[in-house]
């Protein structure tokens, strides 16, 4: 079903029940499958599958060849890079239905997740983290934290712009870009400014 407040290419393919936010825009051989809730001002990517019962909030960017499966909700303003692909089953099985068995996986708002990453299911993506190229995320990730690797392992901080964290003796960073202001508390970063 095509609709006037948002752009869907011809090749794509949006099935019964979704609802699309307006300014949306839908690309190349693009699958949004039933149910879905996409938000406003996203783009979806070439190429692209959205299983049933997706949820995304406003402003997120996928990118091309990108699956997103049952059970994943995506926050505003998420990006999810080229090729990268969520999970929806622990131990999939071509010969067990494990349908009713899909775990909940959240993409916090402002997260981003680098191309050919992969998200294991039940892994929640914190506030403004950063998910490296290529890293198999395996555990819920904090939010700011920056992860990268197979498994992913955290290697620093980054702030709302991604720019990566240099704390003083106070436990204090400033942005470069934004000069927001952020603060260490053990192992968590909160945004003071």
Not at 128 to 135: K, P, R
């Amino acid at each position: 079903m095509k609709d006037s407040r948002y752009f869907a290419h011809e090749t794509a393919i949006i099935d019964d029940n979704c609802e699309i936010g307006k300014d949306t825009k839908i690309w190349h051989f693009s699958h949004i499958m039933s149910n879905c809730n996409i938000g406003e001002s996203c783009n979806i990517g070439q190429n692209v599958v959205i299983s049933p019962e997706v949820k995304m909030g406003k402003n997120v960017k996928v990118q091309n060849n990108v699956s997103i499966y049952t059970g994943v909700i995506c926050e505003d303003d998420v990006f999810l890079g080229p090729s990268m692909v969520f999970t929806n089953v622990i131990n999939p099985r071509s010969g067990v239905n494990r349908r009713g068995q899909y775990a909940e996986t959240i993409v916090k708002k402002g997260a981003s997740i680098g191309a050919n990453a992969t998200i294991i299911c039940g892994n929640n993506i914190g506030e403004y983290a950063l998910v490296g190229a290529g890293a198999v995320v395996t555990k819920s990730v904090k939010p700011y934290a920056l992860i990268v690797g197979n498994p992913a392992k955290q290697i620093g901080w980054v702030g709302e712009y991604g720019h990566r964290l240099s704390f003083n003796e106070n436990n204090i960073a400033v942005c470069p870009e934004s000069e927001q202001e952020y603060i260490l508390k053990g192992d968590t970063v909160e945004r003071i400014k």
